[in-house]
């Protein structure tokens, strides 16, 4: 069950959509109406979407017998095969609530009933989901998470942790009533719906880790160290990990293994001084693209 949690929110916790590839011929009449190609059983929708993370992880868990057939506003239908490849089984998620993204709380989640019971799937930046776990997670699994989160920082992937909630009708009910107020709001309306979706995202139960490799586009390397020999400073500035940090500043020649890094409260304090007169100091800026 832990598996199937972790695959459905790759599935449906996106604001990936399905691409039809149907066209309609020149020949054909006016009241043409395309098959919908969810019935076929070897049917393997094309996604599309603005977030390429979200297009690949949808397209893993389609690929591991999880897959999104159809979507729309209201409802998600998603397919489960098993491992044999003979047997499937379609089920219709409605779609109670959909929180998206933004760089406060640095995850995002959605709100689903599926029959009578009611689901939050979750995923997000690590530092935005272990403090909303649940105690009841075990200790085991949470560690080996770490273990493994830390093996892909090195590698400098992008890892996203994956979780889950259940929730009773009336605790839906009531947090939904705070969040349509907060909706509604007309000061600090963003802050608002984000208080108000960080007071449901909690009491999370783990289901696992994703890992997305970020290579840097062809050139980088070079066009960084052309533009160190002209004496222009290159700074790195990101909120990954130190380790991924580390990895991308390694592959794009910004630092060598053998050079040693420190980060504590006074290296800290330095670079922001120094950021600051830099910011201060600016009257020119070149944009690279």
Not at 172 to 179: A, C, H, I, L
Not at 180 to 196: C, G, M, P, V
Request: net charge negative; hydrophobic share 40%; aromatic share 8%.
């Amino acid at each position: 069950m832990l598996i199937r949690h972790f695959l459905t929110t790759l599935a449906i916790c996106n604001t990936s959509f399905i691409v039809h590839g149907h066209q309609k011929s020149m020949d054909q009449s006016n009241d043409y109406q395309p098959k919908y190609e969810g019935d076929n059983a070897d049917y393997q929708p094309k996604y599309e979407g603005d977030n390429a993370d979200d297009l690949v992880l949808c397209q893993t868990a389609s690929s591991f017998g999880v897959r999104m057939i159809s979507r729309s506003a209201q409802n998600i239908i998603v397919r489960y095969i098993d491992s044999t490849d003979t047997q499937k089984q379609d089920l219709d998620y409605e779609i109670l609530c959909l929180l998206p993204f933004d760089s406060a709380r640095r995850r995002m989640s959605i709100i689903v009933r599926l029959n009578d019971q009611i689901f939050l799937f979750i995923k997000g930046a690590e530092s935005s989901i272990w403090p909303h776990l649940s105690a009841s997670n075990e200790q085991e699994m949470k560690a080996k998470i770490e273990q493994h989160s830390l093996g892909f920082a090195e590698q400098g992937y992008r890892s996203l942790l994956v979780a889950y909630r259940q929730l009773t009708l009336r605790e839906y009910e009531d947090w939904f009533q705070r969040y349509q107020h907060a909706a509604n709001s007309l000061d600090d309306r963003e802050d608002a719906i984000s208080d108000a979706a960080t007071e449901i995202e909690v009491d999370l139960m783990l289901s696992g880790l994703t890992a997305v490799e970020d290579k840097l586009q062809d050139g980088v390397p070079t066009a960084i160290a052309t533009l160190r020999c002209a004496g222009i400073k290159i700074w790195l500035l990101t909120g990954d990990k130190q380790a991924t940090a580390l990895s991308t500043a390694q592959a794009a020649s910004l630092v060598n293994i053998s050079q040693t890094l420190s980060s504590d409260s006074n290296s800290l304090t330095r670079v922001s001084s120094k950021m600051f007169f830099y910011y201060e100091s600016l009257h020119h800026v070149l944009i690279l693209e």
